[in-house]
């Protein structure tokens, strides 16, 4: 994993609105059906990563976990969870992440 590239890549669907951060607009972008991918910090409860997968799987979105801390140092914030809506930023992060 190329986690200063993924940082970056994070940090700029933040500044270019494609990024929402935390549970609840997780949620509301899966449930618009825009979200492309779903990060997940590996420290989030299991309770967190047992319903958005499920979401994920039912909306065929990519979910991925991150190492602890990546998401939190991308975003300047305490967050567990986000959701990318544009492809193109994505597959650019697919590729970081596997």
Not at 2 to 10: N, P, Q, R, S, V
Not at 68 to 97: H, P, T, W
Request: with cysteine; hydrophobic share 40%.
């Amino acid at each position: 994993m190329l986690e200063d590239k993924l940082k970056g890549m994070i940090g700029l669907a933040r500044r270019a609105g494609r990024l929402g951060c935390g549970s609840v607009a997780v949620e509301k972008c899966l449930n618009s059906g825009k979200c492309t991918l779903v990060l997940i910090d590996e420290a989030a409860s299991a309770n967190t990563l047992e319903a958005f997968t499920k979401q994920s799987r039912f909306a065929n979105v990519p979910i991925r976990l991150l190492p602890q801390g990546l998401l939190e140092k991308s975003l300047g914030e305490y967050r567990m969870c986000a959701a990318v809506s544009d492809e193109n930023f994505s597959k650019q992060m697919l590729k970081y992440i596997d």
